[in-house]
């Protein structure tokens, strides 16, 4: 019992089971006062849902969970939040139309006559603001301020409801290499002042960074949790993962041929009808990669999808091959040879409740040796698709079998599989590693530099720098829908893409920013 | 195995259905097992009644099987008996118009049939595809279009003058066989003839394959250059001329002439019913349709004969329906059930 009084929180057997997926197996977790510990754990492997069943958004099935001593049933967020417990979900839970301040005291309004006090509110945003160093500008509406900024106010609302308790949800992904940066030296700061933090996440290098001690979570269960100091990376990984990873990609020079694919200013819109491409144009040769660096929503997606002719350009070309596709239909790109692996292999990249020989077939389903006519062999489809399977590891029973019921990184090397051995020059990967594990990741991307070496283009998108750096021949900076900058990748770091991705240093935000 | 815990649910919900059909007539002071026996005597009691049933069996399948392969799609045809009316009409108009070889004249009738329904389902595709207005309120209102536009049509320009509002008896050549003293005729073959084409097309082509694609993720079908506007047409087109190829059956199998309509008969929607308890499958589809023919079958000789209102049937009917629509729930039972065995799935 003395001991748990020093804990910020414990969690003792929690185990936690939705239909079909144990999410947590008999976990136990602790926090100590004013230390950041790092929850590290793949996509899918229970990290989210043991902080929901502190936060109170879950019921753990079995377990106990103690508060600062004290043995609490969180059944909703509010016992939590009374209790000092704040949690920053991954996707920010804030009014777009009210200022900073409204967002911050809201459900905590100090009023006056009734109304809500705005410049009580604002004042008491300032003083809370300054005292932990989290730069905001109370007056301005959450929908014009940035991403990080967003962040900020989401942890200042935690504050205001008199956190000492912070859950940050993979809090790094939507921010530029300079903006981790700050983030690291807020949590600092916020523990420095006796606050604890937990913090989501699966990149290594954070918890390397920032972390006091680390818990690896490996499919609803606890590997171990250790001391951040004395562990490696490839230590982490190894545990994350359960077998010996290779961390760093290796790749030899590139031998670029010739142009492969040109695009010039291309002009697009997103779903909403707002320019997202406003004159894109960069060229890919045969036989190197070029990487796409960027903030999420800066036209990446965008770019990817009148590659392959899923959305009309509104002007611009994109000439492949010696020939203007820009109008083409999906179809007919597929045809002229250009390979695709979509940023949501759920939703794009898969028909989830096809078989996975269906799956394998999509875009050649039509064409000879899997058609002739109207009719499908499925006998030589099988034929076919059992070698793929075999070639790209894909680990499942059988062919026939539901693409939903494999893991992500088997779904993902479904897709690979699909795409790389049809006829193409051009391979577009947008994302091609997101929410798969480790060990799939070192697979995807040798084979993408396999790819490259074959002779093929490659245009990778990713959100993920560390790859970006890892993989491409040469780097691209896409920033509110153009091409800001082009560089080779041995002229590239972390510090130079960053500023482009955050607009090359003459961002429009308001206060906070870039030091 | 597998298909065979396929069945379970509609199985349970045809179950479910006689027994609360039972206990209605236990309210209403009436017999459950004379009424029943009854039911069950009037189709496998004689040859003339089995073959009847075949006959009420005949355009269920087809309807069904419209329904089906919408439904693969992911369209809703709610427009079978208006597709059923125009291709009723327009096979009728060619059965009597002209004379022909039967071997020309029946290919000739039944492809009017075709062409008609599916167009008519064919144009609320188009209009879903190009225009995005959904499928149930154009194939809704376009019943109502081609309710009146055929009975005006056959009550008008295409009337045999006389007492009956219909059209002429088509010509002989183009009558579909009948078992001699019977009423059931070819139509049933063609009927399980379709079923097969619709099971081959599903599961064997790059048609299906690319309809069952849109059906279940088009943006992944799209992906994968599949163009979804055609796919929707075309699903509707198909969907519609199996709903139309019931009419022209009814007229060259049954009636020899079209009587005009004063309503909507109600197979399309019995067809939404069948295709439900079958699910979506052909073969299901037949075996669905046999029922629901059973019971249309049965009802009248359940009224005359057990005193039990024909009306009955529709509430079992409703029944079924109800808990074939329900299925989610038995899942859920039944998956619950698994779990407290201690079946876990790995994670992600």
Redesign the interface.
């Given at each position: 019992m003395q001991k748990k009084e020093m804990l910020a929180v414990e969690m003792i057997n929690i185990s936690k089971?939705f239909?079909?997926?144990?999410?947590n197996d008999s976990v136990n977790f602790s926090l100590a006062q004013g230390e950041i510990h790092a929850l590290l754990g793949e996509?899918?492997?229970?990290k989210t849902t043991l902080m929901k069943c502190l936060y109170g958004l879950y019921h753990p099935d079995a377990g106990e969970i103690y508060i600062k001593g004290k043995r609490f049933n969180v059944t909703s967020p509010n016992i939590a939040i009374e209790n000092g417990i704040g949690m920053v979900h991954q996707h920010f839970m804030l009014i777009p139309p009210f200022t900073v301040a409204e967002n911050i005291v809201l459900g905590r309004e100090p009023r006056k006559n009734g109304m809500l006090d705005q410049n009580k509110a604002i004042l008491e945003v300032e003083e809370l603001s300054h005292k932990y160093g989290l730069n905001v500008e109370p007056r301005a509406k959450v929908q014009d301020i940035t991403v990080s900024m967003q962040q900020r106010v989401e942890i200042l609302k935690t504050l205001y409801r008199g956190a000492d308790i912070l859950i940050l949800d993979e809090p790094t992904a939507v921010l530029t290499p300079q903006e981790v940066k700050e983030l690291i030296n807020i949590m600092k700061n916020l523990t420095s002042q006796g606050k604890s933090i937990i913090f989501i996440t699966h990149k290594l290098k954070e918890v390397k960074a920032i972390s006091d001690r680390v818990t690896v979570i490996r499919?609803?269960k606890v590997i171990d949790t250790v001391e951040t100091a004395g562990a490696t990376e490839a230590g982490l990984a190894k545990m994350m993962v359960g077998r010996e990873v290779v961390l760093q990609v290796e790749k030899g020079q590139a031998a670029p041929g010739e142009i492969i694919l040109e695009v010039e200013s291309l002009k697009a819109k997103d779903e909403r009808g707002l320019p997202a491409l406003t004159g894109t144009s960069f060229q890919v040769r045969r036989g190197e990669i070029l990487g796409i660096a960027g903030v999420d929503g800066n036209g990446q997606s965008e770019l990817a999808e009148t590659l392959?002719g899923?959305k009309r350009p509104t002007g611009g070309k994109i000439v492949f091959n010696g020939q203007d596709i820009a109008n083409f239909?999906?179809?007919?790109?597929?045809?002229a040879g250009v390979s695709?692996i979509?940023e949501d292999r759920q939703?794009?990249?898969?028909?989830?409740?096809?078989t996975l020989y269906?799956n394998l077939i999509?875009?050649q389903?039509?064409r000879p040796p899997y058609?002739s006519g109207?009719?499908?062999n499925?006998r030589r489809v099988k034929k076919e698709v059992q070698r793929l399977i075999k070639e790209f590891d894909v680990r499942t029973p059988g062919e026939d079998i539901l693409a939903r019921a494999l893991?992500?990184g088997n779904q993902q090397k479904v897709i690979l599989a699909r795409e790389f051995d049809r006829e193409h020059d051009l391979l577009v990967a947008v994302q091609p590693t997101s929410g798969v594990d480790v060990g799939a990741i070192e697979f995807i991307h040798n084979r993408i530099i396999e790819q490259r070496d074959n002779g093929k283009a490659v245009v990778l998108i990713s959100l993920e720098l560390d790859e970006i750096l890892s993989l491409s021949d040469r780097i691209a900076v896409i920033y509110e829908g153009e091409i800001v900058a082009i560089m080779d990748s041995e002229e590239a770091n972390e510090d130079k893409l960053g500023l482009l991705m955050a607009g090359a240093g003459n961002r429009k935000e308001m206060g906070g920013g870039v030091e | 195995m597998k298909s065979l815990s396929k069945l379970i649910v509609p199985v349970i919900a045809v179950i479910f259905g006689l027994l609360f059909g039972a206990v209605f007539m236990v309210i209403i002071g009436k017999d459950p097992i004379l009424a029943y026996q009854v039911l069950w005597n009037s189709s496998f009691g004689s040859m003339r009644g089995f073959f009847t049933t075949l006959v009420n069996t005949t355009p269920l399948i087809f309807t069904g099987l419209a329904v089906a392969f919408a439904f693969r799609t992911g369209l809703f045809n709610i427009g079978g008996d208006g597709q059923f009316l125009v291709a009723y009409t327009a096979t009728a108009w060619i059965g009597f118009i002209i004379q022909l070889p039967w071997f020309i004249h029946i290919p000739l009738a039944l492809l009017a049939g075709i062409l008609a329904g599916g167009v008519w389902g064919g144009f609320a595709g188009y209009l879903k595809a190009k225009l995005g207005v959904h499928e149930v309120i154009t194939s809704i209102m376009m019943n109502y279009i081609s309710l009146y536009l055929t009975s005006f049509l056959i009550g008008g320009p295409l009337m045999k003058p006389g007492p009956i509002p219909a059209t002429p008896r088509i010509f002989a050549s183009a009558r579909l066989w009948r078992i001699p003293g019977s009423r059931l005729n070819l139509g049933f073959l063609l009927a399980l003839l379709a079923a097969l084409l619709i099971y081959y097309l599903l599961w064997?082509?790059?048609?299906g394959?690319?309809v069952?694609?849109v059906g279940?993720?088009p943006?992944?079908?799209?992906?994968?250059?599949?163009?979804i506007a055609r796919n929707m047409v075309l699903a509707m087109f198909i969907s519609g001329a199996l709903a139309g190829l019931a009419g022209s059956v009814q007229v060259m199998g049954l009636q020899h002439r079209a009587y005009q309509p004063f309503g909507l008969i109600g197979l399309g929607f019995t067809g939404i019913a069948v295709a439900l308890l079958g699910k979506n499958h052909p073969a299901g589809i037949i075996l669905a349709a046999f029922l629901f023919g059973i019971l249309s079958r049965g009802a009248n000789e359940m009224q005359s004969m057990a005193g039990v209102p024909k009306d009955l049937i529709e509430i079992i009917q409703a029944i079924i329906i109800f808990f074939m629509a329900a299925e989610y729930v038995f899942t859920l039972i039944l998956?619950k059930k698994k779990?407290k065995k201690g079946v876990?799935?790995?994670?992600?």
């Open positions: 089971e239909p079909g997926v144990l999410a996509n899918g492997a229970g499919r609803g392959i899923l239909s999906t179809r007919e790109i597929i045809e695709f979509p939703k794009r990249g898969l028909v989830l409740d096809f269906e999509m875009g389903h039509y058609a109207i009719n499908i499925y893991s992500g | 064997k082509t790059t048609i394959y690319e069952r694609a279940l993720n943006k992944g079908a799209e992906n994968g250059g599949i163009n998956r779990k876990v799935a790995n994670v992600e």
